[in-house]
């Protein structure tokens, strides 16, 4: 029987790299191919040998690629892809975990309840949910469906409206009742020794929205004489904001819950609308599992409830 492709090497050391690749470690990689690191190691140095080339320049642990490299990467990136969307089409209707992604915020504050309340219904099925604040690792392939904080423009994406993002300060009710701020009057006004600390958050993304940038918009006075102290992340503000440590930017639909429940209370009338919204996204060309189409249902019907005039039925575009 004849070879008709001799120039391949074994398919697996293509994986084997693309993966180590993309972490720019074995150990990445072996984590997510649930192999050892010298396996990871063995095949990229086959490949290494069948094309004749150094792919990697090794330094430590950190692997850097070379031009030859970056070249075969490229190439065997879109090779995997061709192969992965050939077989989309014949996985079968099972009804394996759906994985949701969103960030560290959404996932705590409204996606995990939701996960909570779908998995008690009726529709249940396996939900994983996975958190990252980097839209690169949300919109990966191995995810169903994820939650984006977008303008409802992704290469390669259908994105359905979820929410928008509306931003007001909000605080324990104790804080909030021993501020008295009425309304439209400039917060430079309550007495100094009355102020708790604006809880900060640093900028990971240029499109999020702390205080400095939340003043801004909303053209409030007032608040540069506050004291501040910045926290590790937006949930951990909401976090100390629930134990009465400080005044946070509460994204009310993410927050609706302990906004109803009286957790936290807004502070002030003034509030913006984010250019951005949350949108309920799916890569494009991938035919879903109906277990996937019943979770998004889920989640936009939850929504269509409460902001039906941004949300768009995904059933009928799934």
């Known amino acids: 029987m004849k070879n008709y492709r001799k120039s391949l090497p074994p398919l697996d050391c293509l994986l084997f790299f693309e993966a180590a690749a993309r972490y720019e470690s074995f150990t990445g990689a072996a984590v997510e191919l649930f192999v050892s690191q010298a396996a990871v190691s063995k095949r990229v140095q086959q490949l290494e040998k069948h094309v004749g080339v150094t792919l990697f320049h090794r330094h430590g642990r950190k692997l850097v690629l070379t031009n030859e490299g ?25 009804t394996g975990s759906v994985r949701v992604a969103a960030n560290n915020a959404v996932s705590m ?15 249940a099925c396996s939900v994983d949910l996975v958190t990252s604040n980097i839209m690169r690792e949300q919109l990966d392939k191995k995810n169903d469906l994820a939650i984006v904080y977008c303008d409802g423009n992704l290469p390669d994406h259908d994105c359905w409206p979820l929410m928008p993002e509306v931003l007001t300060p909000v605080a324990h009710p104790e804080i909030a009742e021993r501020l008295q701020i009425k309304p439209g009057e400039s917060l430079s006004n309550v007495p100094a020794g009355s102020r708790s600390p604006l809880l900060n958050f640093p900028l990971l993304a240029p499109d999020w929205v702390n205080w400095d940038v939340w003043s801004q918009r909303a053209d409030v006075q007032g608040y540069d004489v506050w004291p501040r102290e910045v926290c590790k992340t937006y949930a951990h503000t909401i976090g100390r904001a629930l134990k009465g440590q400080g005044i946070a930017l509460g994204s009310i639909y993410l927050l609706s819950e302990e906004l109803t429940t009286g957790q936290l209370v807004k502070v002030g009338e003034q509030s913006i609308q984010s250019k951005l919204s949350y949108y309920l996204v799916a890569s494009k060309g991938f035919k879903l599992r109906d277990n996937v189409k019943v979770v998004a249902k889920y989640l936009a019907d939850y929504t269509s409830k409460h902001f039906p005039e941004l949300t768009q039925d995904p059933e009928a575009q799934l």
Do not use: C, H, M, Q
């Not at 970056?70 to 099972?94: H, N, Q």
């Not at 504050?109 to 009726?122: A, M, N």
């Open 109 to 123: 504050f409204w996606l995990g309840p939701r996960i909570k309340e779908f998995g008690l219904s009726d529709l």
């Open 70 to 94: 970056k070249y075969l990467r490229d190439r065997i990136i879109l090779a995997l892809d061709f192969l992965d969307v050939s077989f989309s089409g014949f996985t079968p209707e099972v």
